[in-house]
């Protein structure tokens, strides 16, 4: 009897979101990056437990470094585990980096991580934007036009 090759599963689809950034900050423009992971973080990752709310993107040496994210220790790695919040690197062109620093620089905008996800691939991809530190007016108006696009829909709703 033949056997048969299978193709391993991928795992694809969404480890993280930082929907809060939206709020604080006014998206210019998006990057998406690779990050340089360990096996035991991807395996982790596998799980789906990681958090990139409190985290931001650094240009750092002519590197760019993603500080303060979170990935939990595997727990069945035992002494091969890695550190939870270490500083991760992240794969962008000269290009990109050398623009996103620029911007950074000349501009004083923050480059916060969006989306922490596994691509069709099954590698671990990052979602960055060049964010722009929304004020308190600004946040009350975004706030007013959430609620007033809700109100509107249930408004709708009602009549039809």
Excluded: C
Excluded at 53 to 61: D, F, L, M
Excluded at 70 to 93: D, G, T, W
Excluded at 107 to 135: E, Q
Aim: aromatic residues 6%; glycine residues 6%; proline residues 3%.
């Amino acid at each position: 009897m033949a056997r048969v090759k299978r193709k391993p599963k991928i795992a694809t689809g969404l480890i993280a979101e930082n929907r809060r950034a939206r709020f604080d900050y006014e998206i210019l423009d998006t990057i998406e990056a690779g990050i340089v992971l360990r096996g035991t973080e991807v395996r982790s990752l596998r799980n789906g437990k990681a958090q990139i709310t409190e985290s931001y993107a650094s240009p750092e040496k002519g590197e760019l470094w993603l500080i303060n994210s979170y990935i939990p220790e595997y727990v069945q790695a035992n002494q091969f585990n890695h550190e939870e919040r270490r500083p991760r690197k992240l794969l962008v062109s000269r290009k990109q980096l050398d623009r996103l620093q620029a911007a950074v620089q000349r501009a004083g905008n923050t480059i916060v991580p969006l989306k922490l996800y596994f691509n069709d691939r099954g590698l671990v991809k990052l979602l960055l934007g060049l964010g722009k530190g929304k004020t308190k007016g600004d946040k009350r108006q975004a706030q007013k036009k959430r609620d007033w696009q809700r109100e509107k829909s249930r408004l709708m709703k009602s009549y039809s």
